[in-house]
């Protein structure tokens, strides 16, 4: 399994912009796909962005023109930039990461709460 961290949640208001990190350790990450979730509170944890090691992106539809993720391998880093952020965005953030062969997502991050008050 690889090993993520996240970083980068807070407190925003409506309209402002935040940038989530993931670090990876453990596996080479070039080869990785890596992607973002987000829980809200009494909610299921829903996909929000992922990019292969092409750098193929994939968004939810609720996301789309607003979120943009990106990756640095040589800082083993992927990046969630969040624009024009809502009240519904609030969510704890988790990293994942898995190969493309992979049905499913192996590895988690603890998490990373974004708060955007309106």
């Known amino acids: 399994q690889v090993q993520l961290v996240e970083s980068g949640g807070g407190l925003v208001q409506a309209g402002d912009s935040l940038r989530l990190s993931c670090v990876a350790s453990g596996r080479t990450f070039s080869g990785l796909t890596m992607a973002w979730f987000r829980q809200a509170p009494g909610k299921e944890r829903d996909f929000v962005a992922a990019?292969?090691?092409?750098?193929?992106?994939t968004y939810a539809d609720s996301v789309k023109g607003r979120f943009a993720i990106s990756r640095e391998n040589a800082k083993n880093t992927v990046y969630l930039q969040m624009n024009s952020l809502k009240p519904e965005d609030t969510a704890v953030y988790y990293c994942?990461?898995?190969?493309?062969?992979?049905?499913?997502?192996?590895?988690w991050g603890q998490g990373t709460q974004v708060t955007v008050s309106s």
């Open positions: 990019i292969v090691w092409t750098g193929m992106r």
């Open positions: 994942a990461a898995k190969y493309e062969y992979q049905q499913a997502y192996d590895s």
